[in-house]
T-cell receptor, first 113, second 112 residues
């Protein structure tokens, strides 16, 4: 039973480029959460999605960041015009239903040069 | 504002030692407290605690919650080098119930 999958595991971008991070939830899970871990900081909630719906994006920066979870395919976290401060580890988690235990993927480590 | 504070921030022990990791929290509407183990990859779920005073065990790991004093401890007995990791404590946000608030973690190093 595959766990939460994320790709790429490492991503290097230059300032101004776009970063696309993908997350496939565990089988049977339809709730996806994205978290960001900055250096020396704890994980911070960004956004919560269900299939085709953004439920809560209160933790996401207002500009340049967007997320989607289409009917088919993985959830995507998109960062446009990346800046150095976006360098962080981005983790995706999934759960079977609302407020159930969240299981995490291995993360994507984004480095902006 | 919801808050989760872990201590110590880092710890070095010898194989075979017993360690206790601490997590204190402030949450407006407490639902549960979770422990995760983070190595160089995914945070791995360890325990979810909802009731005070009931110990949860998994092998050499155990955890207990005190809802009166607002803290939890994670015990690891007979530590092994494979226990070296960052241990994370989290509570669901009081408002949403799903957005996890994490502490900064305790970095544990077990030396041979």
């Amino acid at each position: 039973n595959a766990g939460v999958m994320q790709n790429p595991r490492h991503l290097v971008r230059r300032r101004g480029q776009e970063a696309r991070l993908r997350c496939s939830p565990m089988k049977g899970h339809s709730h996806v959460y994205w978290y960001r871990q900055l250096p020396e900081e704890g994980l911070k909630f960004m956004v919560y999605l269900q299939k085709e719906n953004i439920i809560d994006e209160s933790g996401m920066p207002k500009e340049r960041f967007s997320a989607e979870f289409p009917k088919e395919g993985p959830s995507i976290l998109r960062i446009q015009q990346v800046v150095r401060g976006d360098s962080a580890a981005y983790f995706c988690a999934s759960s079977r239903s609302f407020q159930e235990t969240q299981y995490f993927g291995p993360g994507t480590r984004l480095l902006v040069l | 504002e919801d808050k989760v504070v872990q201590s110590p921030l880092s710890l070095v022990v010898h194989e075979g030692d017993t360690v206790t990791l601490n997590c204190s929290y402030e949450v407006t509407n407490f639902r549960s407290l979770l422990w995760y183990k983070q190595e160089k990859k995914a945070p791995t779920f360890l325990f979810m605690l909802t009731s005070s005073g009931i110990e949860k065990k998994s092998g050499r790991l155990s955890s207990i919650l005190d809802k009166k004093e607002l803290f939890s401890i994670l015990n690891i007995t007979a530590t092994q080098t494979g226990d070296s990791a960052v241990y994370l404590c989290a509570t669901p946000s009081g408002n949403s119930g799903y957005a996890l608030n994490f502490g900064k973690g305790t970095s544990l190093l077990v030396t041979p």
